[in-house]
């Protein structure tokens, strides 16, 4: 039996109390007005971790802000507040936003305390470890350019391929570990002559040809037919488990979380509502709104099934979120105290429904686990 190691190890990516809002559009009295512009909370005070190699799923409804963390994480939205560290790097937006004193650290530069305990990462250099794939793989890719020069982008932006022969090399390997073989068959073709299915696979391996240690996948099976979306997630499995890479994967299908993720993070209206092992939720929902997701999940087996739990009422206003409990409006177990103050992130002694909850890393934001 080989041992695990007891040493702590740094979390690939760690996000804390990340904190994302829009400004919403003001009308011509308002701009004259100097009126302050209303803000859409879109991701409100939310933090998780993903370690080297797992993989972490993102669930909730439309709207809840899950692409909105996908986006900002990868650096392609500025967030409003809170840390995005890759690598124990902050990401260059954020440390730019919070500690102007920082700089890049020189090669050989000893550099101020502060910066050796906090350097960060530019960019340009996140973009080289961690990769995004989108939802629509048709809006994606570049219709006028071929398969070849769509993978090997990465690869001469970033300057890590500057022969010729070695970015074909490299996207022939990577072409081949998606699935796309013979790769020479699909170099010179365009994304219109390729299927769904095809498409991703071209998107999978534009993100692999770079060795991201991260990726973030938002919804990458959602448009495919249902009889190649396991091909692509045993596409996935494969990169993490021959690679160690890191995957935050974005999902509405609870279905698909208990097939792929390792640990499962629930979102509604903007902040996390309960975060743990996969198993440990899908088998012990510990909060309402999770509960009520998994009700509706199809089981084969009509003795496993739950029963049904149907939302009444309307998701409050993003702009105009309630100072209390934001699921109390629409969950069916609220009381007096669900009114007064806002539960945070806890581990609960009990679940909802009176049982024992089982790990130390599941944790749900309820009042009713006290």
Known sequence: MIEESTT?????????????????????WGLLTRRKAAMVRAVDNVSFSIEKGEVLALVGESGCGKTTIARTVIGL?????????????????????????????????????EQKVLPFVSLRRLHQKAQMIFQDPYESLDP??????????????????????????????ALDEAGLRPA?????????????GQRQRVVIAGAMVMEPDLIVADEPVSMLDVSIRADILNLLRQMRNQRGVSILFITHDMGTVAYFADRVAVMYLGRIVEI?????????????YTQALLSVVPVPNPRL??????????????????????????????????????????????????????????QAACFLLE
């Open 276 to 288: 743990g092992p996969t198993r440990q939720v899908l088998q012990n929902p510990l909060h309402p």
């Open 305 to 362: 099934r739950r029963k049904r739990v149907i939302l009444q009422g309307e998701t409050p206003n993003p702009i105009h979120i309630p100072l209390y409990c934001r699921f109390q409006p629409r969950c069916p177990r609220a009381f007096e105290r669900c009114t007064l103050a806002d539960p945070s992130l806890m581990q609960p002694v009990r679940n909802v429904s009176g049982a024992v909850s089982g790990g130390e890393q599941h």
């Open 144 to 173: 006028r350019a071929t398969i070849f020069d769509i993978v090997a982008e990465g690869l001469e932006v970033n300057g890590l391929a500057r022969k010729r022969s070695e970015r074909v090399e490299k996207v022939q390997r």
């Open 184 to 196: 020479e068959d699909y170099f010179w073709r365009y994304p219109h002559e390729l299927s769904g």
């Open 77 to 113: 939205e500025k967030p409003t507040s809170g840390q995005i560290i890759f690598n124990g790097h902050l990401v260059d937006v954020v440390a730019r936003q919070q500690h102007p004193e920082f700089a890049p650290l020189e090669p050989g530069s000893p550099g101020t305390p």
């Open 8 to 28: 702590p190890t740094e979390p690939m990516l760690q996000v804390d109390q990340l904190v994302k809002h829009f400004p919403v559009p003001q009308s011509l």
